[in-house]
Protein backbone atom coordinates (compact mmCIF):
# COMPACT_ATOMS: atom_id res chain seq x y z
CA UNK A 1 0.00 0.00 0.00
CA UNK A 2 1.07 3.46 -0.94
CA UNK A 3 1.46 5.66 2.10
CA UNK A 4 0.16 8.91 3.07
CA UNK A 5 2.07 11.73 2.30
CA UNK A 6 3.49 14.46 4.44
CA UNK A 7 0.38 16.42 2.85
CA UNK A 8 -1.96 14.59 3.87
CA UNK A 9 -0.92 14.02 6.98
CA UNK A 10 -0.93 17.38 7.95
CA UNK A 11 -4.11 17.80 6.81
CA UNK A 12 -6.11 14.73 8.96
CA UNK A 13 -4.18 16.40 11.75
CA UNK A 14 -5.02 19.87 10.89
CA UNK A 15 -8.52 18.67 11.29
CA UNK A 16 -8.23 17.22 14.87
CA UNK A 17 -6.46 19.50 17.25
CA UNK A 18 -9.52 19.93 19.61
CA UNK A 19 -9.29 15.83 19.74
CA UNK A 20 -5.49 16.13 20.92
CA UNK A 21 -6.15 19.06 22.84
CA UNK A 22 -7.60 16.94 25.27
CA UNK A 23 -4.66 15.67 27.22
CA UNK A 24 -6.76 12.40 29.24
CA UNK A 25 -8.76 10.83 26.66
CA UNK A 26 -7.09 12.62 23.31
CA UNK A 27 -4.95 9.53 22.52
CA UNK A 28 -7.29 6.68 23.08
CA UNK A 29 -5.87 4.84 20.00
CA UNK A 30 -2.51 4.61 22.25
CA UNK A 31 -2.06 1.91 25.50
CA UNK A 32 -1.26 3.65 28.37
CA UNK A 33 -1.18 7.21 26.68
CA UNK A 34 -0.94 9.27 30.06
CA UNK A 35 1.22 6.33 31.90
CA UNK A 36 3.69 7.25 29.17
CA UNK A 37 3.80 10.86 29.53
CA UNK A 38 3.84 11.04 32.99
CA UNK A 39 7.12 8.57 32.97
CA UNK A 40 8.42 10.49 30.86
CA UNK A 41 7.97 13.91 32.59
CA UNK A 42 8.92 12.15 36.08
CA UNK A 43 12.39 10.68 34.43
CA UNK A 44 13.40 13.82 32.68
CA UNK A 45 12.60 15.94 36.06
CA UNK A 46 15.22 13.32 37.77
CA UNK A 47 17.66 13.26 34.99
CA UNK A 48 17.83 16.95 33.98
CA UNK A 49 16.45 18.89 37.16
CA UNK A 50 18.47 21.97 36.54
CA UNK A 51 16.93 21.93 32.72
CA UNK A 52 16.13 25.53 31.40
CA UNK A 53 15.58 24.96 27.42
CA UNK A 54 12.95 21.88 25.50
CA UNK A 55 12.24 20.83 22.66
CA UNK A 56 9.07 18.93 21.69
CA UNK A 57 8.98 17.11 17.96
CA UNK A 58 5.63 16.60 17.03
CA UNK A 59 4.22 18.01 19.55
CA UNK A 60 0.64 18.18 18.54
CA UNK A 61 -1.45 20.38 21.02
CA UNK A 62 0.84 20.65 23.60
CA UNK A 63 0.33 17.53 26.11
CA UNK A 64 4.32 16.84 26.59
CA UNK A 65 5.65 19.79 27.43
CA UNK A 66 2.49 20.47 29.85
CA UNK A 67 3.76 17.71 31.33
CA UNK A 68 7.36 18.35 31.13
CA UNK A 69 6.43 21.96 32.52
CA UNK A 70 5.10 20.67 35.68
CA UNK A 71 8.35 19.25 36.97
CA UNK A 72 10.66 21.31 35.15
CA UNK A 73 8.86 25.09 35.47
CA UNK A 74 9.78 27.98 33.54
CA UNK A 75 11.80 26.50 30.51
CA UNK A 76 11.83 27.94 27.12
CA UNK A 77 10.46 25.89 25.15
CA UNK A 78 10.18 24.96 21.25
CA UNK A 79 7.43 23.46 19.49
CA UNK A 80 8.03 21.08 15.94
CA UNK A 81 5.09 20.18 14.00
CA UNK A 82 3.94 19.78 10.82
CA UNK A 83 0.37 20.86 11.41
CA UNK A 84 0.39 25.09 12.25
CA UNK A 85 -3.38 24.90 13.77
CA UNK A 86 -1.76 22.27 16.13
CA UNK A 87 1.35 24.34 17.02
CA UNK A 88 -1.01 27.73 17.66
CA UNK A 89 -2.55 25.68 20.15
CA UNK A 90 0.40 24.24 21.68
CA UNK A 91 1.96 27.47 21.62
CA UNK A 92 -1.30 29.17 23.58
CA UNK A 93 -1.60 26.15 25.83
CA UNK A 94 2.38 26.20 26.75
CA UNK A 95 2.43 29.95 26.70
CA UNK A 96 0.44 30.66 29.64
CA UNK A 97 2.29 27.41 31.62
CA UNK A 98 5.50 28.68 31.48
CA UNK A 99 7.56 32.50 31.73
CA UNK A 100 10.08 31.07 29.47
CA UNK A 101 10.09 31.72 25.71
CA UNK A 102 8.02 29.38 23.40
CA UNK A 103 9.17 29.37 19.61
CA UNK A 104 7.15 27.25 17.09
CA UNK A 105 8.45 25.80 14.01
CA UNK A 106 6.04 24.64 11.43
CA UNK A 107 8.05 21.98 9.99
CA UNK A 108 8.67 18.15 9.17
CA UNK A 109 11.42 16.84 11.47
CA UNK A 110 13.46 15.92 8.78
CA UNK A 111 13.95 19.43 6.66
CA UNK A 112 14.17 20.96 10.38
CA UNK A 113 17.72 22.41 11.19
CA UNK A 114 18.03 22.03 14.61
CA UNK A 115 20.70 24.21 16.56
CA UNK A 116 24.01 21.71 18.22
CA UNK A 117 24.03 21.53 22.02
CA UNK A 118 20.94 23.82 22.78
CA UNK A 119 18.36 22.00 24.59
CA UNK A 120 18.23 19.59 28.17
CA UNK A 121 15.01 17.28 27.15
CA UNK A 122 13.89 16.31 23.74
CA UNK A 123 10.57 14.41 23.57
CA UNK A 124 9.32 12.77 20.56
CA UNK A 125 5.94 11.87 21.25
CA UNK A 126 4.07 9.44 18.31
CA UNK A 127 5.93 10.72 15.74
CA UNK A 128 8.60 8.81 14.91
CA UNK A 129 6.94 6.49 12.96
CA UNK A 130 6.11 8.15 10.32
CA UNK A 131 9.87 8.38 8.89
CA UNK A 132 9.78 6.05 5.88
CA UNK A 133 13.51 4.72 5.45
CA UNK A 134 16.39 3.25 7.47
CA UNK A 135 18.62 6.54 6.34
CA UNK A 136 16.16 9.02 7.29
CA UNK A 137 15.57 7.39 11.28
CA UNK A 138 19.39 7.72 11.24
CA UNK A 139 19.61 11.15 10.39
CA UNK A 140 16.76 12.20 12.20
CA UNK A 141 18.11 10.30 15.20
CA UNK A 142 21.68 12.14 14.58
CA UNK A 143 20.42 15.50 15.00
CA UNK A 144 18.11 15.26 17.99
CA UNK A 145 21.63 13.83 19.24
CA UNK A 146 23.69 16.75 18.02
CA UNK A 147 21.01 19.35 19.35
CA UNK A 148 21.18 18.32 23.04
CA UNK A 149 23.73 19.91 25.47
CA UNK A 150 26.18 17.13 27.07
CA UNK A 151 23.75 14.94 29.33
CA UNK A 152 20.96 15.94 27.89
CA UNK A 153 17.80 13.59 27.57
CA UNK A 154 16.16 12.40 24.31
CA UNK A 155 12.39 10.65 25.12
CA UNK A 156 10.88 8.52 22.30
CA UNK A 157 6.86 7.62 23.17
CA UNK A 158 5.52 5.72 20.00
CA UNK A 159 4.36 2.56 18.12
CA UNK A 160 7.03 -0.01 17.58
CA UNK A 161 6.87 -3.14 15.41
CA UNK A 162 8.40 -6.85 16.78
CA UNK A 163 11.28 -8.11 14.38
CA UNK A 164 10.11 -11.27 15.38
CA UNK A 165 6.63 -12.21 12.96
CA UNK A 166 5.02 -14.72 15.11
CA UNK A 167 5.43 -11.75 18.59
CA UNK A 168 4.79 -9.47 16.09
CA UNK A 169 0.91 -11.25 15.45
CA UNK A 170 0.87 -11.58 19.73
CA UNK A 171 1.40 -7.91 20.02
CA UNK A 172 -0.94 -6.90 17.47
CA UNK A 173 -3.83 -9.56 18.54
CA UNK A 174 -4.00 -7.75 21.56
CA UNK A 175 -3.81 -4.27 20.21
CA UNK A 176 -6.87 -4.97 18.55
CA UNK A 177 -8.20 -6.21 21.68
CA UNK A 178 -7.47 -3.17 23.16
CA UNK A 179 -8.88 -0.83 20.40
CA UNK A 180 -12.16 -2.84 20.49
CA UNK A 181 -12.65 -2.65 24.21
CA UNK A 182 -12.56 0.88 23.56
CA UNK A 183 -14.74 1.65 21.43
CA UNK A 184 -15.82 -1.77 19.37
CA UNK A 185 -14.94 -3.46 16.18
CA UNK A 186 -15.53 -0.50 13.69
CA UNK A 187 -12.79 1.50 16.12
CA UNK A 188 -10.55 -0.93 15.66
CA UNK A 189 -10.81 -1.15 12.16
CA UNK A 190 -10.71 2.03 11.76
CA UNK A 191 -7.58 2.78 13.51
CA UNK A 192 -5.57 -0.24 11.75
CA UNK A 193 -6.98 1.08 8.48
CA UNK A 194 -5.00 4.21 9.26
CA UNK A 195 -2.18 2.79 10.62
CA UNK A 196 -1.59 0.87 7.86
CA UNK A 197 -1.81 4.01 5.05
CA UNK A 198 0.10 6.22 7.17
CA UNK A 199 2.81 4.85 9.62
CA UNK A 200 5.86 2.71 9.00
CA UNK A 201 7.34 2.11 13.17
CA UNK A 202 10.20 0.34 13.44
CA UNK A 203 11.05 -2.23 16.34
CA UNK A 204 12.21 -1.19 19.76
CA UNK A 205 15.61 -2.78 19.90
CA UNK A 206 16.24 -1.46 16.12
CA UNK A 207 15.62 2.19 17.50
CA UNK A 208 18.00 1.45 20.83
CA UNK A 209 20.50 0.14 18.61
CA UNK A 210 20.36 3.29 16.57
CA UNK A 211 20.29 5.62 19.46
CA UNK A 212 23.71 3.66 20.64
CA UNK A 213 24.89 3.98 17.04
CA UNK A 214 24.67 8.04 16.68
CA UNK A 215 26.31 8.53 20.02
CA UNK A 216 23.93 7.99 22.70
CA UNK A 217 26.39 7.42 25.96
CA UNK A 218 23.38 5.35 27.72
CA UNK A 219 19.44 3.60 27.09
CA UNK A 220 17.25 2.78 29.24
CA UNK A 221 13.55 1.82 28.72
CA UNK A 222 10.83 3.52 30.77
CA UNK A 223 7.52 1.40 29.65
CA UNK A 224 6.52 -1.38 26.51
CA UNK A 225 3.14 -2.88 26.57
CA UNK A 226 2.24 -4.60 23.33
CA UNK A 227 3.13 -2.40 19.99
CA UNK A 228 4.01 1.05 22.28
CA UNK A 229 7.18 1.93 24.40
CA UNK A 230 8.37 4.95 25.83
CA UNK A 231 12.40 5.11 26.24
CA UNK A 232 15.37 6.81 26.54
CA UNK A 233 18.93 8.17 25.46
CA UNK A 234 21.34 10.41 27.06
CA UNK A 235 24.15 12.28 25.42
Known amino acids: MEKSSVEEIRARFDADVERFSRRDTGQTALIDARLSLDMIAEAAAG ?78 ASVLHHL ?12 LYASLRPGGVLFVSDMIEHDIDAVQA ?46 FSRTDVLHKNAVFAAFLGIK
Request: with cysteine.
Open 47 to 124: LRPEARRLLDVGCGAGNFSLALLERLPDCDVDLVDLSLPMLRRAEERVGAATTGTVTIHPADIREQALPEDTYDVIVA
Open 132 to 143: RTDAEWETVFAA
Open 170 to 215: VMWRRYGEYLENVDGPAYREKVFAYIAREDTPRSLLFQIDLLRNVG
